[in-house]
């Protein structure tokens, strides 16, 4: 069964940084696209960062583009999402997202077209 499991949430004060992990099951190691998106409360489900397994080509939302990077460790079937410079705004449940893949594109613009998610782990950022 595909499974996503996120960790490395917490509280840091803003500028500080978190890395977060998402660990994937052996089914959706290749010819998927992974990505992260995230929910602040009222507000709608937004992508954060997407990348293909076997690609170092990666896709950023404007919002995140210089503080954050998108990484993945093969060996361990895990994804990353290393978050610098972190500001009031990135405030949200992050989650962990995946869907088929068969080359092109892989971002994280629709969240409708992910079909596997995790649990979600909360970045909380005070100013």
């Known amino acids: 069964q595909v499974q996503l499991v996120e960790s490395g949430g917490g509280s840091v004060q803003a500028g500080g940084s978190l890395r977060l992990s998402c660990a994937a099951s052996?089914?959706?190691?290749?010819?998927?696209?992974m990505a992260w998106f995230r929910q602040a409360p009222g507000q709608e489900r937004e992508g954060v960062a997407a990348?293909?397994?076997?690609?170092?080509?990666?896709y950023y939302a404007d919002s995140v583009k210089g503080r954050f990077t998108i990484s993945q460790d093969n060996a361990k079937n895990t994804l990353y999402l290393q978050m610098n410079s972190l500001k009031s705004e990135d405030t949200a449940m992050y989650y962990c997202?995946?869907?088929?893949?068969?080359?092109?594109?892989?971002?994280?613009?629709?969240?409708?077209?992910?079909?596997?998610w995790g649990q979600g782990t909360q970045v909380t950022v005070s100013s």
């Open positions: 997202a995946a869907r088929l893949w068969y080359g092109g594109s892989c971002d994280a613009v629709l969240a409708v077209n992910f079909d596997y």
């Open positions: 990348i293909a397994h076997g690609s170092t080509r990666t």
């Open positions: 052996v089914y959706i190691y290749t010819r998927h696209c």
